[in-house]
């Protein structure tokens, strides 16, 4: 999981949206111009950064050019919060469709949203290190261990622990090291270089050749 903080939307624009009747507003979110369509470009926007272009839930890069945008309490159910932005991620389509899908993640609700009960870790609320365990299998975090019944349902419900994610996880840690690899090589050769005594040749002239 990852933490997220709510980023600088056009609160002007949240609010205005977040007015519209219950009723239209999982309708109403369907719209890719107008007014839905900018807020809809500033959560892919603005949590694309905020995330780090990774999934909220498994924090397996984001390789689509257009990655799926989350509700967390799906709108579907709870329209009321559709334009929420407590209640928007950007996931992988493993995450969005494939494991969450319908799921509803409140366990009690609130008419507040912040004071609902949810059932997997939120990404905006909870600390993800006080419910899962990235420790175990050294610094990659590549294995996970759940250190409360939330933290055990965000690994059942996202299968995080399948071996499919594992590699998927074993995947990305080494394509993140690769550039860090090849930085250290160099700055190990540049410290050689400077730390010799002996004289640098000058670069060879290449002399034109005639026609």
């Not at 979110?29 to 007014?35: A, K, L, N, S, V």
């Not at 860090?180 to 010799?196: D, E, P």
Request: charged share 30%; net charge positive; hydrophobic share 35%.
């Amino acid at each position: 999981m990852i933490k997220i903080r709510v980023p600088a939307y056009d609160w002007a624009l949240v609010q205005n949206l977040s007015r519209r009747d219950d009723g239209v507003k999982p309708t109403l979110w369907e719209r890719t111009t107008g007014r839905v369509g900018r807020f809809k470009r500033d959560v892919t926007t603005l949590l694309t950064v905020q995330q780090r272009r990774r999934c909220a839930y498994c924090r397996s890069y984001l390789h689509e050019d257009h990655p799926a945008r989350d509700h967390v309490a799906p709108k579907a159910v709870y329209p009321k919060w559709t334009f929420r932005p407590e209640n928007l991620v950007l996931a992988c389509y493993a995450c969005n469709t494939d494991r969450k899908d319908t799921y509803d993640p409140i366990e009690i609700w609130h008419r507040k949203y912040r004071r609902c009960r949810f059932k997997i870790v939120h990404p905006y609320f909870d600390a993800p290190g006080a419910h899962l365990d990235y420790s175990i299998g050294g610094p990659r975090q590549i294995l996970i261990a759940g250190i409360t019944a939330k933290g055990d349902e965000t690994i059942s419900r996202f299968e995080l622990m399948t071996p499919e994610r594992v590699k998927e996880r074993a995947a990305d840690a080494l394509v993140e090291e690769q550039p860090n690899r090849l930085q250290q090589q160099f700055q190990n050769s540049y410290r050689a270089v400077l730390a010799t005594r002996a004289p640098l040749k000058p670069a060879a002239r290449i002399r034109p050749t005639r026609l």
